[in-house]
């Protein structure tokens, strides 16, 4: 055995052996999804406005805040995320000035002089931020509020109607629509005035008049067309208003999880909690109290500080974890893997949800995101539980048969008329609505993606033991040869970004049929090669989600190297001096442990430029799944049979 093989082994043997340590009773491994302090800040406002007496909680949420602010004063989304994030560092300011901290404080002057050289709090940018700083009354609200709750009732078929958007978007924007309207402001015992981050002759009052969506040119096209159709409707203005204000109400409170939580999400959490006080509910009301008591059970502890985290991401480690073990060769009867195995069948899916609105004979069985989740099932997390949950050696099959049926029923019936898949909802990929003149508009659709495309094609062609004949999978690989870049590479929409996407897709087509030899593939390879980086790893940053186009961040990431590493050996009989590189690269990343910068740096994406993620799970799960897929295909010359199957594949 090699020198290279034995680091091999022994990398994948010590993950391995921690992940089996890490594993709780239920069968779930729990690690953090940190989401920047976002959510932390939000949490704090929340707390004030409905004056709950928490100082404790209040506190450790600021203590972690103060943690991550620069030496210049800004707050990051990223490492190298330019000189500052100006929406993040009002954010944070804002929280922290709530929880207590006074604007001599050091750390809040050298906030504000970051904030005031941006331009000022006028300058914020992103709908959720605005939203968040016209609630406390620090940001005017526009006159008349661009998105009106009478959108809900315009008809499915309509172009701008609300069932349009994608379902992550609805459930932020009914409550946004609420407040608008309402143009709502919380004025407590514990509000503060933020007048200071403005320039002096540019400062508004709490009461400032808003702008007028006509100011706005961009927004001015958008507004007269609801307005057109909504004259359309048979109603009175008051009408349309109080009968649009209930059916938002109705949106929301029919969406509410078993913790309480809008969705499982925080941040529609949050906003349904002043909608509601918008609408005149008490803040003592059951609803909102339970709601709170949600958004504080979603917090997390990473480095010993609080943190509420958006969404646990409980179900997608879990899958993840569970099928990288399996990969590792620990067998299907191993405890752990029954433990996980029960967990998993536990949360399958068994009601229907607003995916089913849009598919023909809806039958539900997918899984979703979080511990919590039970209505919103997502295509990403259905294919991880599947891997998982497959059908091998040592596992019974009691139960998990009608899981798998159920899992891949619902899984097609999710593939989109471009023959790619979306997260959530079919055929959400309006381009009027992606071409919305506001910050996130791309979050307004659930569009086909290169990822989700290309792990679904991962999962029917190696686990699901389906053929290249069969219609779907012949409209997948063509949607992912059609949407490959110029360069060779893929975007990916949920992870950073180009190496993401490439992975997922040269792992999917190779899974489905088409040989390693077909140029689409090669060409990507050669984009593989030609970014690696010289200590053999890879490495992307953030910005490439909102440049669109791939920018190197100057370092090798755990997980990237991983996704970069696996489509390398997907696509190679024998190991290149790339594929060896970047396996010896991993395993020192891996023995370096978690403590320098780039083994933090976030790589899973939510929203270009203004939400990103690092998953505490990452340096585990895809360096063990890239360094199993190694070792299983150049390493163990007696291979354990697998569902895999290659078939040719000729291009139509």
């Known amino acids: 055995m090699s020198s290279l093989h034995r680091i091999v082994e022994t990398a994948t043997d010590r993950l391995m052996q921690m992940l089996l340590t890490r594993q709780s009773q239920d069968g779930t491994w729990r690690f953090c999804f940190e989401n920047g302090i976002v959510t932390d800040a939000y949490l704090i406002l929340l707390l004030r406005s409905l004056n709950v007496k928490d100082e404790n909680l209040i506190q450790r949420l600021a203590n972690r805040i103060l943690s991550k602010q620069e030496a210049d004063g800004a707050w990051k989304w990223f490492y190298d995320d330019g000189d500052g994030h100006l929406s993040a560092t009002v954010e944070a300011y804002a929280a922290l000035r709530y929880a207590g901290l006074p604007a001599s404080n050091e750390a809040m002057t050298r906030a504000r002089r970051f904030i005031l050289s941006k331009g000022g709090l006028r300058n914020v940018s992103g709908l959720l931020t605005k939203t968040m700083l016209a609630v406390i009354g620090q940001y005017p609200w526009p006159r008349p509020f661009p998105f009106p709750p009478e959108l809900l009732l315009l008809p499915r078929s309509f172009p701008l109607s609300f069932y349009r958007f994608s379902s992550y978007a609805r459930v932020h924007l009914a409550p946004i629509a609420i407040l608008g309207v309402r143009q709502f402001t919380v004025n407590t015992a514990g509000t503060t005035d933020l007048s200071e981050l403005l320039p002096a002759r540019e400062r508004w009052s709490a009461h400032a008049e808003g702008r007028d969506v006509g100011e706005d040119r961009r927004l001015a096209g958008w507004w007269n067309d609801i307005q057109r159709a909504l004259h359309k409707l048979p109603y009175l203005p008051q009408e349309l208003r109080r009968m649009a204000l209930r059916q938002a109400e109705r949106y929301m409170l029919e969406r509410i999880e078993p913790n309480g939580t809008l969705y499982s999400y925080a941040f529609s959490t949050i906003l349904m909690v002043y909608a509601l006080l918008a609408l005149g509910y008490d803040e003592r009301h059951p609803v909102i109290a339970k709601a709170v008591q949600g958004l504080i059970s979603l917090a997390c502890e990473p480095d010993g500080q609080l943190h509420i985290q958006n969404s646990p991401s409980t179900v997608w480690d879990t899958a993840l974890l569970s099928h990288a073990l399996q990969e590792a060769r620990l067998p299907a009867s191993h405890p752990a893997i029954r433990r996980a195995d029960a967990y998993l069948l536990s949360r399958q899916h068994t009601k229907l949800g607003d995916w089913s609105a849009d598919v023909a004979n809806p039958v539900p069985g997918g899984w979703g995101f979080s511990d919590v989740n039970t209505i919103v099932p997502d295509v990403d997390d259905t294919t991880a539980a599947l891997r998982a949950l497959r059908r091998s050696p040592g596992r019974p099959e009691a139960g998990y048969g009608e899981a798998r049926s159920r899992g891949l029923h619902w899984l097609l019936s999710l593939q989109n008329d471009d023959g790619g898949w979306p997260a959530f909802e079919r055929n959400k990929n309006s381009p009027l609505l992606a071409a919305l003149p506001v910050d996130g508009a791309e979050a307004a659709v659930d569009a086909s993606s290169a990822d989700l495309t290309g792990r679904a094609l991962e999962y029917l062609g190696t686990w699901a033991g389906l053929r290249q004949e069969q219609p779907f999978i012949r409209r997948a690989v063509r949607w992912l040869l059609d949407h490959q870049e110029r360069n060779g590479s893929w975007y990916g929409r949920w992870g950073i970004c180009y190496i993401y996407g490439t992975w997922a897709a040269v792992t999917g087509l190779a899974a489905a049929g088409v040989p390693p030899d077909q140029p689409e593939l090669q060409h990507a390879v ?111 010359t007696v291979r354990k049979p697998t569902n895999r199957r290659l078939h040719s594949w000729k291009k139509s």
């Open 526 to 636: 050669r984009w593989l090669a030609g970014i690696q980086n010289p200590d053999g790893g890879f490495g992307e940053s953030c910005r490439s989600d909102r440049a669109k186009i791939y920018i190197p961040l100057g370092a090798s990431t755990p997980s990237q190297t991983a996704w970069a590493l696996d489509a390398l050996i997907a696509v190679h009989p024998a190991p290149t001096d790339a594929i060896n590189r970047a396996a010896r690269a991993l395993a020192d990343m891996l023995e370096a442990g978690d403590a320098s910068w780039p083994a933090k740096y976030p790589t899973g994406a939510g929203l270009a430029g203004a939400f990103y993620v690092r998953y505490h799970s990452y340096n585990a799960i895809w360096p063990l799944l890239a360094l199993a897929h190694y070792r299983n295909k150049y390493v163990l």
